[in-house]
C-alpha cells in the first residue's frame, strides 16, 4: 500500500505563487515510488475533478493541462519520495482542492481513472 501526503496548500493573492508538496511512503509488490508515475487533480466546489500535471517514471515527461501551461511546474525527487506542484501566477480560478496520485502506468495520465493511490487532498485559495 502507498499512502501519500500533500502539503503546502494555503490562500493567496491573485499573482502569487505556491508549492505543493506530496510525500509518498510504503510500497507494494516491490515496486518503489521511482517505477510511479505521478499526477495532480484538482476538484473546485460543484464542478469534477480534472487533471492538473503529471510526471512519468519511465523518462520523467511532463504533460500539463492547458489551463496551468506555462504556469505551474511539476517536479520529483524519487530520494526523497516527493513530487512536487509549483505554482505561479495564481488566478481565482484555479482555487481548490488539489490532490496528488499515483499510477503504474509507464506515461502520465490524465484519467483519475488511471491511478491507483491518492492522498487526502489540500486546499488552494486564490483571492482577487
Known amino acids: 500500500q502507498v499512502q501519500l501526503v500533500e502539503s503546502g496548500g494555503g490562500l493567496v493573492q491573485a499573482g502569487g505563487s505556491l508549492r505543493l508538496s506530496c510525500a509518498a511512503s510504503g510500497r507494494t509488490s516491490g515496486r518503489t515510488f521511482g517505477a510511479y508515475s505521478m499526477g495532480w487533480f484538482r476538484q473546485a466546489p460543484g464542478k469534477e475533478r480534472e487533471f492538473v500535471a503529471g510526471i512519468s517514471w519511465s523518462d520523467g515527461s511532463t504533460n500539463y493541462a492547458d489551463s496551468v501551461n506555462g504556469r505551474f511546474t511539476i517536479s520529483r525527487d524519487n530520494a526523497e519520495n516527493t513530487v512536487y506542484l509549483q505554482m505561479s501566477s495564481l488566478k481565482p480560478e484555479d482555487t481548490a482542492v488539489y490532490y496528488c496520485?499515483?499510477?503504474?502506468?509507464?506515461?502520465?495520465?490524465?484519467?483519475?481513472?488511471?491511478?491507483?493511490?491518492w492522498g487526502q487532498g489540500t486546499q488552494v485559495t486564490v483571492s482577487s
Open positions: 496520485a499515483a499510477g503504474r502506468s509507464r506515461w502520465v495520465k490524465t484519467s483519475g481513472t488511471e491511478y491507483d493511490y
